[in-house]
């Protein structure tokens, strides 16, 4: 029977990066993916020559770590910047509005009233709060007003987070804000410092995607000589054994067995829970808690001269009450200059989420007539678009709500019993491409410690103690 250093379960992104990381390290690892494609929901298509990714279209950084990760993957020359227009619109009172991007434009935006721009001036004599559960309309109420969560936060967790503003907690959701009250009592004041501790030492923050679309990220991970990937393993069966864990997969009727002394699954929650039943029924049950949000991303393309708008940005986010389905449209062609053709635009825009789960499971002609009437009335779009495609993906994204922080941290307290197995998808540390790259560096220093620990072990029962999940989503 074959034996592993580390053996990783799913083959997405996080999986990918994971085993990336791990080989890296000089480790033995292989990345098991059901599927017979690896990705997961990343997938780029051409469709009468636009180029679309049918999950995430680009990642947002200001981490070195990200830096480093992109030249060991030898992705630096597929690397490509986004246009330097990058303005984000929020719709209000019938009209696309500038996103305020800084803390000076916050008293110029026609986004909020005069009363919530005096209102934010109180915000650093604010004292500091006490829930760790408390959801983000309760923190941003609380520490910038009311008028903040409706027509800011709000339009941004029901887009880019698919999530419900008043169940998302504010401490999963939004880390590096929560962090700033509790280090310097103040979001205004707490930015500005690290700002200036940062400076000269914070990678330039960029948005990018890459050649050929971010399926471009997956290729080049998959082929990476430093872990071996294999499609079509189910795995059926995880069982512990004397230094390790025996895993048992079968692919088209032939059955596969390997040890390996690190387990790692990097699959949604509820196919976690389904392997982990027999072993830790608890573990089990806290994953299953662990909603999904459907989302379906529609494509659609237009010649340049049936547009209006000067699409002179990165899109828009629409609010609760804007009147649309929709929860906003990215201005793909506007970003990436190779996304559409010659004369040609690319929208993308998003239907469903927690807002509106409905709304993703529309067949394809009711979600054109779901974002034509926004189509039309914001950017003047004039007849159909020449191309349309839709990407449904009944579980999209993992929701971060209620006690989400308390529920990671009981399954990191679980984790303890069973010595080598690590979770390491979206639904622990955050949802986008940044984030999963930054966890998958964090998770590999761990198991890389506690693999030198256990290879000199011959008892699992003497092994060291786990930390729990949630020390590595901070």
């Known amino acids: 029977m074959s034996e592993l250093d580390a053996l990783v379960v799913g083959g997405g992104v996080s999986g990918l990066v994971l085993a990336h990381y791990l080989a890296e390290t000089g480790l033995a690892v292989e990345v098991w993916e059901r599927d017979g494609r690896v990705g997961g929901k990343i997938k780029t298509i051409s469709k009468q020559g636009y180029r679309l990714d049918n999950a995430a279209s680009m990642v947002m950084n200001f981490q070195r770590e990200l830096d480093g990760f992109i030249d060991s993957a030898s992705l630096t020359a ?9 303005q984000r619109y929020i719709l209000h009172a019938g009209r696309l509005q500038p996103a305020p991007a800084s803390i000076g434009s916050l008293f110029n935006t026609p986004l909020l009233s005069t009363r919530a721009k005096l209102r934010l001036l109180a915000e650093p004599l604010i004292i500091r709060g006490t829930d760790p559960h408390e959801s983000v309309a309760d923190f941003v109420t609380r520490r910038l007003g009311q008028e903040f969560v409706s027509k800011v936060f709000e339009p941004y967790l029901s887009g880019p987070l698919a999530s419900d503003v008043e169940r998302a907690e504010a ?12 280090r310097y009592g103040s979001l205004a004041l707490g930015a500005l410092l690290r700002r200036l501790k940062r400076r000269g030492t914070a990678a330039r923050p960029e948005v990018f995607s890459f050649a050929g679309g971010m399926q471009t990220l997956i290729e080049s991970l998959a082929e990476r000589r430093g872990f071996a990937v294999r499609t079509g393993m189910a795995v059926v069966e995880l069982r512990r054994v004397k230094k390790g864990w025996n895993v048992r997969a079968e692919n088209d009727g032939v059955t596969t067995s390997l040890n390996c002394r690190q387990l790692v699954l990097c699959t949604p929650a509820y196919t976690a829970a389904s392997l982990l039943q027999i072993l830790d029924p608890e573990i089990s049950r806290l994953l299953k808690t662990i909603d999904y949000a459907p989302v379906s991303v529609v494509h659609t393309g237009f010649e340049r001269a049936r547009i209006n708008h000067p699409l002179d940005g990165s899109g828009f986010l629409l609010p609760a009450n804007g009147g649309y389905l929709p929860n906003g449209c990215l201005w793909i062609s506007s970003q990436f200059s190779d996304r559409a053709p010659t004369d040609r635009v690319l929208l993308t825009s998003y239907l469903g989420g927690a807002r509106n789960p409905t709304a993703a499971n529309c067949c394809e002609n009711r979600c054109l ?4 009437p926004m189509l039309r009335e914001l950017l003047g779009a004039r007849g159909d678009p020449e191309m349309l495609h839709v990407a449904r993906h009944r579980r999209a994204l993992p929701l971060y709500h209620d006690d989400y922080s308390r529920r990671l941290a009981a399954i990191g307290e679980r984790l303890e019993f069973l010595p080598g197995v690590h979770l390491g998808a979206n639904y622990i540390g955050g949802v986008s491409i940044r984030d999963r790259i930054l966890y998958a560096n964090r998770l590999t220093a761990r198991i890389l410690h506690r693999h030198k620990q256990m290879s000199g072990t011959a008892d699992l029962e003497t092994a060291f103690e786990l930390v729990p999940a949630m020390a590595a989503a901070r």
């Open 369 to 372: 007539h779901a974002v034509m």
């Open 78 to 86: 597929s690397k490509r910047g986004r246009s330097s227009n990058n």
């Open 171 to 182: 401490w999963s959701t939004m880390p590096r804000l929560t962090a700033l009250e509790q």
